[in-house]
């Protein structure tokens, strides 16, 4: 049984320890979930997830701009310990939503609705073949023509493409270079000219497209904000986001540790529990360490965010490079101490070994994650 002793810390009030122990008890029921077609397993989820309630959490309904991100939190922890698709099912429906949730219209809002509570898939579609880490240097195009855009280029690598039912597409509208000529728009799945060219396939298999835009139309009300706001809306949702991915990591490695304190009590090697041997508690003292940590970074950066910060770029990077960077550590402790069953095809470590490994790389890979904890810190000395 996972550690629960974190949910007593200061970062936390009632509210939280009671949706922890109602998504614990779902999660136990459901999870996980049968992985073999993703596409419908996905849908499932999303529609089961939005069924009980539990995706209301992913975007507030009245208009107050970011959701509770300890709550979103604790949500992708919990999730992620039982079936990692599931927790990628319930995070991009915030995601997705993110950028309507901080900056939507009301009438833009509408949308949310739908994803709340189950009824649409949403998709952030930010990456392109050329610009990865690079955001700022996005090629595809939004033409104004009269009460219209039209969108033409690809963007790849979007999870949730091709099951989707609307994408918040950034391209570029030219009011600047770089940075601030970037606009965000809400792209439903059915618009003429937008087309899945390519499913992708990972490592650990989630629903993932290369997307074509060839003469996309959408009403100039599907634009976010203002023309040139693009980059300023990606990165605020980042912000929000990137701390539930180290979450989603803190998750992952609970359960490894959790999977590996049972292993060795049970192992027995040179007539004892593979426990007792002092170099397999340096490794499980070091793995409750490095969790303990992760959780600290996170939900620091959860409840400042909470308190009402505009930004949380430095904690948020802190939480996610060391959540991500250090649950890959944990997980790789617990395959070399379940010895051959750790790379058993199928078992629960081996899949946490093959799910670890993306989060070190979208919504900014560890090393940009470096980047900007240098820039806040030099800025700040
Ligand atoms: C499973 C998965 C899901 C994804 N889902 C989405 C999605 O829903 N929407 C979306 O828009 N994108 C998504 N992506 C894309 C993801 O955001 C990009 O892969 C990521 O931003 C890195 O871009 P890249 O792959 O082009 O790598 P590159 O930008 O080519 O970078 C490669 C590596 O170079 C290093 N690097 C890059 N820049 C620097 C630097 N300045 N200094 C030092 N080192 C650096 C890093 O180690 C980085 O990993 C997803 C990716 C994966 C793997």
Redesign the pocket.
Known sequence: MADKSFLAWPFFEDRHRSFHASLEAWSAKNLPVDHSDVDNACRNLVTRLGRDGFLNHTAPVDGNGAPDVRTLCLAREIIARYDGLADFAFA?QG?GAGAISLFGTSEQRAWLKKTRAGESIA?????EAKS???VASIEMTATRNGGEYRLDGE?T????GGIAGFYIVFARTGEALGAKGLSAFIVPAETAGLVVAERQK?IAP?P?ARLRFDNVRVPASALICKPGDGFKIAMSVLDVFRTTVGAAALGFARRALDETLQRVTERKLFGAPLAEQQMVQGHIAEMALDIDAAALLVYRAAWTKDMGAQRVSREASMAKLFATDRAQIVIDKAVQLHGAEGVRSGSVIERLYREIR?LR????????QK?VIARQTLGGA
Do not use: M, P, Q, R
Request: charged residues 15%.
């Open positions: 991009l995601l998709a952030f579609a930010l990456t990865g880490s690079d963007k690598w979007i999870s949730n990972t989630h993932l993306a790389i979208y919504e900014g890979a560890s090393d940009v980047i």
